[in-house]
Structures are given as C-alpha cells and as structure tokens.
C-alpha cells in the first residue's frame, strides 16, 4: 500500500476515533449553523485539527483544502479533506457519516480514502493499484440494466436552483430503476458504488471534498465518472454521476435530457 494512503488511513482512523467518543454526548455538542441545513459541530473541528495535524507530521511541506478551514498552501501535493460527511446524520444519531481524504498531484487525484468509523470499513484506492475494502478488492457491480440497478442520489439543499432539474431526474430514475436511495453522506455513497453496494450515484451542488477521495476509488474499481456533460469537470461544477459502464450510458442520457427539460 502506498505511503500516503497509510498515512490518510491513520489520519481517518483518529478523526473516526473522535466522532465515535462524542456519540453520547451530541445533545451536548456545540454546533453552529453555516447555512440552510448546513451545520458544523465541534467534532467536524476536532476531526478535521487531526487529520491535519497527522498529515502535516508526516508531509510538512504538502498543501492541504479541507471543508472547515479552508485552503493551506505546499508544494505539489494537495490533501482534500472531509473530516465528517454526513453531519447533519451525525448529529441525529444516524448512523451514515465518514471520514473522506483524497490526495492529487499537480492536480491529478491520486489516492482516495473513505472511512466508516462504524462499521470499521476502510475503503481506500490508488491510481493504478485498485481499490479495497479494508484488505479485499472491490470492483462495481455487473447489473447491465437500468431496471435492475439500485441507485443513489442525494438531495441539493444547498441551492434552490438546482431543486427542479434534481426532481425531474429523480422522478425518471424512481420509474426506472428497482429502487433510489437518499442516506446523507454523499462520499460514502461513492464508495458503496465502488463496492457494488449501489449501481449508480448522482448529485448536485457538491464540493470537492465530498467527491475526491470517492472519484479515486470509482475509477480504480473499474466504475465509470463525470460531471453531467460527460466530461470531467465535475470537481469544479459539483454535479456528478458514477455509475458501472453498463448503465452509465442510460443514465448520463435521462440526466441531460432532464436537466434541459427543466432548465
């Protein structure tokens, strides 16, 4: 295993470390409001002062993006950091939340991790060396049609002017498909695409943290994405699909011709 994904499986083991310890007291958490069913706690701090004091000792001189304090500069290396996805699920007690770190090179992705401090599931991958579930490789799943598939999605409470052409898709895919699902916890969702939990996944209105590491993993688990033109700017647009090959196809196509529809 690479040497910078030890160390972001270290870094992602302490911070899960920390929202675990804190799960009996999130009545007692102080938690601030960044917009509309947006929240910060002071585990997401706490996470995220780890994670980044972990990676500084081992790559003092890496650049680091992280979602609660923003960008830091370094050399060619960029660390993009989720230190608590799924917050809002967090801090209900549902248990659907991570830890994500991803790492490119001269902006290229090169290593993703996605942490479930729950269930212990590391799921970890590297540019050219596939992708795993704690110690077993994992590939997408071969359902080859969209009737069959099980998909995830996520809501676009962020931006009110995403919320039609979300619906109309949403609306195409739940007559289509054997079923939709919507836990909270959008890197996660990537990561159960790369495993072959979920045979697609589509989202509007993200950010780069949420989809780095998870970017890493579809592609080296044989899995298609790209931003909803196709292409691979979805880094920068915050809409992404990821998808099994078979069925990526029809779904790129049902969310363009919906996105139109309602734009």
């Known amino acids: 295993m690479h040497p910078l994904v030890n160390t972001a499986i270290k870094a992602a083991r302490r911070a899960g470390n920390i929202m675990v310890r804190h799960m009996d ?17 002071e585990v997401d701090t706490l996470a995220e002062a ?23 500069r370094g050399n060619e290396f960029q660390w993009i950091i989720d230190p608590l996805d799924g917050t809002t699920n967090y801090l209900h007690g ?23 401090p729950l269930r212990n599931e590391i799921f ?4 050219g060396d596939g992708a795993r579930l704690n110690e077993r490789r994992i ?23 995403h919320i039609d052409p979300y ?7 739940l007559g289509l498909t054997s079923g939709v699902r919507r836990p909270g916890a959008a890197a996660l969702d990537l990561a159960y695409v790369a495993a072959g939990r979920l045979d697609g996944f589509w989202e509007l209105g993200l950010n780069v943290w949420d989809m780095a590491a998870g970017a890493v993993l579809i592609e080296e688990a044989g899995g298609l994405i790209a931003d909803f033109a196709g292409g ?32």
Do not use: W
């Not at 970890?124 to 540019?127: D, E, G, I, N």
């Open 232 to 263: 691979q700017d979805f880094l920068n647009t915050g809409s992404v699909l990821a998808a099994t090959p078979q069925i990526f196809g029809d779904m790129l196509e049902i969310i363009r011709r919906r996105t139109a529809m309602s734009a």
């Open 139 to 161: 590939r997408v799943s071969t359902v080859s049609r969209l009737e069959d598939a099980l998909l995830g999605t996520g809501f676009p409470f962020r931006s009110v002017e």
């Open 124 to 127: 970890s991958a590297s540019r």
């Open 25 to 41: 007291q999130l009545d007692r958490l102080d938690v601030r409001r960044k917009g509309r069913s947006d929240f910060v706690s």
């Open 50 to 72: 780890e994670i980044i004091r972990v990676i500084h000792t081992a790559y003092p001189d890496h650049a680091i993006i992280s979602e609660e304090s923003g960008a830091r």
């Open 94 to 116: 549902f248990p659907q939340f991570c830890v994500s770190i991803g790492v490119r090179r001269r902006n290229v992705l090169e290593h993703g991790v996605i942490f479930d």
């Open 167 to 173: 619906l109309a898709t949403f609306r195409s895919f």
